[in-house]
């Protein structure tokens, strides 16, 4: 099975309206300089593994009251055989949700066939012609295209998401994504929280304030159904 490497067991806001906990997995197809899962993205194999024998007594141990798995990383879907480890969670009834980078378009559209996830977070993390420079790393732009209709059109419920940085993602970039996006349903202006960076220089980047913030969601609401700040 797909080594767990970490869990917040309580959550309210990964999986609004449900009892959730989140499952950390190593690995990840960017190199975002802002990220602050660093050691889970560049060093996973330092990270800690959780035996399977513990998340299936996590999972038992908690069954009448938690509602739902997320699935973070990392990039969830760069292990193969993640269907499995989904499937655990389903067989003792809960929710699913996913958190990708839209890296493994066939891996997302298998487990939305199989209707395997109630929900899915996907990051855009920059307007297209952008990417590979906001995220360090040499992106296929399809698969992100191809992972974002597969959403939209997938029946569940769903939010494209933008860790917006100073210096790096701003309100133009998000109009940019809006205006590309437009029409989708839910839309989620991150605050960048510095905290063990991919680039440590990105330690010393003030994040942006409230107001700021406010005023960068301002901006996308023409383009969304519904647009939300995630802010610690
Ligand atoms: S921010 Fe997300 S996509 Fe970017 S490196 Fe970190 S885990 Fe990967």
């Known amino acids: 099975m797909v080594e767990i490497k970490g869990i917040e067991k309580f959550s309210s806001r990964d999986f609004p309206g449900h009892i959730s906990s989140t499952v950390f997995l190593g690995g990840c197809t960017f190199r975002c300089p802002y990220c602050h899962n660093a050691d889970l993205v560049l060093r996973p194999e330092t990270v800690p593994s959780m035996a399977a024998d513990y998340f299936l007594s996590y999972l038992d ?3 009448g009251w938690l509602e739902a798995i997320c699935f973070t990383g990392g990039e969830p879907l760069l292990h193969e055989d993640i269907e499995d480890l989904i499937r655990v969670v389903r067989e003792r009834g809960l929710l699913v949700k996913l958190d990708t980078n839209g890296s493994f378009p066939d891996r997302l559209e298998a487990l939305l066939g199989l209707g ?7 990051d855009v993390k920059a307007p297209l012609e952008r990417y590979r420079e906001v995220t360090r790393s040499n992106v296929d732009l399809e698969k992100i295209v191809r992972s974002i209709d597969l959403i939209r059109g997938s029946g569940v419920i769903y939010n494209f998401r933008t860790t917006v940085v100073p210096g790096l993602v701003g309100k ?3 109009v940019q994504i809006g205006e590309w996006l437009s029409g989708a349903a839910r839309y989620v202006v991150q605050q960048f929280v510095p905290q063990t960076t991919v680039d440590p220089a990105f330690l010393a980047v003030r994040p942006y304030g409230r107001a700021e913030l406010e005023a960068i969601a301002a901006a996308a609401r ?4 519904q647009v939300d700040i995630e802010a610690p």
């Open 222 to 225: 023409p383009y969304f159904g």
């Open 172 to 174: 133009g970039d998000v």
């Open 116 to 122: 395997l996830l109630d929900r899915v977070s996907m």
């Open 61 to 63: 141990g908690r069954k």
